[in-house]
């Protein structure tokens, strides 16, 4: 089938502004919108630029907006979002982060904010001789967190972070900081706290959801804030605070 | 610009990690990527990582060592299969302690599960070896790397691609970059440099894969004059999804799955009776192809796109979602079912390059078949070749070899450079990066890279695949040097300096053409079938002839050959039977 492809072009050095170019791919309607994408580079246009690698879903490479939603290029069907008599696609890129070229947004904002929560394990006390016990019920705690790949379509789907509070830690981050605080062999949870428990932290989420709604991995991204939420409030009560 | 450090990794996937993590210890390290942070590939890896932990069943390292070298048809370096599977379970217990968020047994400690090729007691049995998160091992593994690297400060330059290694005599001296963002030409001077750059399945059509995996190390230094090992020994991972080649872990034939034919029957107990369904891949692979040749396939007409089933629906979902979950997920995107309720239409798929950069158990890389190294030049990895995973690699046995020899070699080159200064480099050093660089932008006409990638990928697939024979590996050969030619002529579109992606692409061809040059004709050169590689022409694996590494050399247009002798210091080579 023929596709008509719209692509956001951007390059903040020599355009005042974005525009649109449509390209004409003849593809199967099984095939991935990175695959089109790639054909174009290939075979049509190759200052086109945007970023790529594990084409299935679990490097994070090509989260962009398709049909104005936040997907991952390489796992989004062909027949499931063309649409009309012309079978038309339109891609941009990612919001809430600058424009490099086209596709490529600058990410390293998003990276300084995860780092920030101390997305490692905490735990200075001696190690046993073996691996550490953890019940199976303790792993799955933080299960759906470790899902996350950081591809930044949560971050740039956020309204808060575009509307109301650019400086809002960010729905990934959140998930991160989750993913260690749900881990019973961590013992960072105060120097966690420190972070996300500030007017940038945690607090300015508003439960829209769109987090959630966008996750290519699936990830319960609002409820993992909101459980976060509850930690620190519980954490204030036994303070006494 | 000049950066100095002591320390240069290139490659930030488990190897480079690991490394950079020993390194920066006592080092001033930088690690160079060209990609994002946790976009490499070991990311992609799901099955599982190897260790005779005996968590679950009775085990012993020296059991995993003999699998790895029967694995890999005695074409594995046995000192090296010994230090692997002995030095795995201090790997996975250190990787646990770093915060690797392992499956649980109801005890609490590491769940383990069946894999391809592992067994217990010298093959009686398929033993529960794998050490495994869900079904995203490796994932894990990245994700547990790069935090380590975050909490210890380590110095990264990310989406800077390599194009040259500085090399006086035997002595490295330091590597020369191109930054993305700016299309602007470094040169980081380094007492050692490691090459941790991954695979390049990317040289065939269907490939498990990422874009990222073409060869850049392996590349830039067989241009310098450094042999590469074993290059003709590429593996197909039996499972991955019909015509796209995503890959569906072994671990689903390890948690039970069966491959099945056009008529429902369980194939593999026609080709290994005692493993079935988790032989090693080389031979599954073979067997599969068999299958789909004789009028079994799903199809039937034994086309290119015909194809076997991989049966889960028995293992109930329950299973499916708690240990595969991943995979659950690839079957309703990409396919449009549910795993635990259709069987999966797969077909061999092109994996792992068991062959690679030459090391010792250090990391260090090796110049000749007489065993001298290179000064401060090192490789761990799937670039490299130790060899540990000889003719065929085992499942889990690369997340192995990754943690094992990424510290391995992190750690002798902090010690190395306590002794050694920052080398001196002349002005010229950049030069013919440079050069080749200002020949592709200043072209204006000429093929688009596009059109020779794309032929190169067919005929690697159609030629140089699974089944294998002089004449049409002749063919390619012949092919691949006609596509080198025009390289040679290529032209990039894009013009611009900043983010440059074309440019980025047509770098990244050369490396492949040069590998698949050199892996066709290393190929073409071994008249035996061991392991991965099987001639048609040369059916039965030859001890007395073959039973020896390639060293190939890539000389202007043509590849010359050599051989360095395969240690099998422990167990003598006997019939492969499964």
């Known amino acids: ?241 | 610009m000049t950066y100095e450090y002591e320390v240069v990794v290139v490659g930030a996937g488990g190897a480079g990690l690991y490394a950079a993590l020993e390194a920066s210890k006592t080092a001033r390290t930088a690690v160079i990527s060209k990609l994002y942070p946790m976009r490499s590939h070991t990311g992609a890896a799901q099955g599982g990582i190897s260790a005779a932990l005996g968590n679950v069943e009775e085990d012993l390292p020296e059991w995993h060592a003999f699998d790895t070298v029967k694995g890999g048809d005695y074409l594995t370096d046995q000192s090296a299969a010994l230090l692997l599977a002995e030095d795995a379970i201090r790997a996975v217990i250190d990787l646990e302690h770093r915060g690797l968020p392992f499956n649980r047994t109801a005890e609490g400690k590491i769940d383990q599960r069946r894999f391809g090729g592992h067994t217990r007691n010298f093959g009686e049995a398929a033993v529960m070896r794998s050490c495994f998160a869900a079904d995203r091992t490796g994932h894990m593994i990245l994700q547990t790397l790069y935090q380590q690297c975050i909490k210890n400060e380590v110095s990264f330059f990310d989406e800077f691609q390599v194009l040259d290694v500085i090399i006086e005599g035997r002595q490295c001296k330091g590597i020369v970059v191109i930054e993305l963002s700016t299309g602007e030409i470094h040169v980081f001077k380094a007492a050692a440099v490691l090459f941790a750059t991954g695979g390049f399945g990317r040289m065939f059509r269907i490939t498990s894969n990422a874009y990222a995996n073409t060869g850049d190390g392996p590349a830039v230094l067989a241009r310098r004059g450094i042999p590469l090992e074993d290059m003709e020994f590429f593996q197909f991972h039996p499972t991955g999804i019909r015509q796209m080649g995503i890959l569906i872990t072994e671990g689903v034939r390890g948690e039970g799955g069966i491959l099945r034919n056009s008529s429902g029957e369980r194939f593999m107990e026609r080709y290994t009776p005692t493993l079935l369904d988790l032989a090693p891949r080389d031979i599954v692979s073979r067997s599969i192809i068999s299958e789909i040749r004789e009028g079994r396939g799903i199809i039937g007409d034994g086309s290119v796109d015909d194809y076997v089933h991989l049966d889960a629906t028995h293992l109930g979902k329950d299973v499916i979602e708690a240990k595969l979950p991943d995979i659950a997920e690839f079957c309703r995107t990409y396919q449009g079912i549910d795993p635990a309720e259709h069987m999966i239409p797969v077909m061999p798929t092109a994996h792992y390059a068991m062959g690679g950069i030459p090391t010792d158990m250090d990391g260090r890389v090796i110049a000749d078949k007489n065993g001298n190294i290179y000064e401060g030049l090192y490789a761990a990895g799937e670039c490299a070749c130790v060899s540990v995973h000889g003719a065929n690699r085992l499942g889990t046995n690369s997340l192995v070899d990754l943690v094992v020899f990424g510290r391995r070699a992190g750690i002798h080159m902090r010690e190395y450079v306590e002794g050694a200064v920052i080398p001196v480099v002349g002005k010229d050093a950049g030069n013919e990066a440079r050069h080749f660089i200002e020949g592709l932008r200043q072209r204006s006409r000429g093929i688009h890279g596009g059109y020779i990638r794309q032929e190169m990928e067919s005929v690697m697939m159609e030629k140089v695949g699974i089944y294998r024979t002089g004449s049409q590996m002749q063919a390619a050969v012949d092919t691949l040097k006609d596509l080198r030619e025009q390289y040679s002529e290529a032209a990039v579109q894009d013009t611009k300096n900043r983010f440059n992606t074309d440019l980025l692409e047509i770098i990244e061809l050369r490396n492949l053409l040069d590998l698949a040059y050199i892996t066709a004709c290393s190929a073409h050169n071994r008249e035996e079938s061991r392991g991965a590689h099987y001639r048609e022409d040369y059916p039965g694996r030859n001890d007395e002839g073959w039973l020896k590494h390639t060293l190939a050399w890539l000389e202007k247009d043509s590849v010359k050959i050599n051989y360095k002798p395969v240690d099998i210091s422990r167990w003598e080579p006997k019939p492969r039977v499964y």
């Open chain 1, 1 to 241: 089938m023929k596709v008509a492809l719209k692509i956001e072009r951007f390059n903040p050095k020599s355009d005042a502004k974005p525009h649109f170019q449509e390209y004409s791919v003849d593809v199967s309607e099984n095939d991935r919108v990175l695959d089109l994408l790639i054909h174009v580079k290939r075979f049509q246009d190759g200052s086109l630029a945007f970023r790529k690698s594990c084409a299935h879903g679990v490097c994070g490479s090509d989260a962009m907006i398709i049909n104005g939603i936040e997907r991952l290029a390489c796992k989004t069907l062909v027949k499931d979002v063309a649409q009309n008599e012309n079978n038309s696609i339109t891609v941009e890129p990612l919001k809430n982060l600058p424009i490099q070229r086209d596709l490529m947004v600058n990410q390293d904002e998003f990276f300084k904010r995860y780092k920030s929560v101390k997305p490692f394990l905490i735990n200075d006390e001696k190690a046993p001789g073996r691996e550490r016990i953890q019940s199976p019920e303790e792993r799955k705690k933080f299960d759906d967190a470790t899902k996350c790949i950081l591809c930044a379509a949560c971050f740039s789907a956020c309204p808060v972070i575009r509307e109301k509070n650019p400086l809002f830690l960010g729905p990934a981050q959140v998930v991160q900081a989750s993913r260690f605080l749900d881990d019973s062999r961590d013992r960072g949870f105060e120097a966690r706290i420190a972070v996300l428990d500030t007017p940038k932290g945690v607090w300015p989420c508003e439960n829209h959801f769109k987090c959630t709604e966008v996750c290519p991995r699936g990830i319960k991204v609002t409820k993992l804030i909101n459980l976060t939420k509850k930690k620190i409030k519980n954490y204030r009560e036994r303070r006494g605070q």
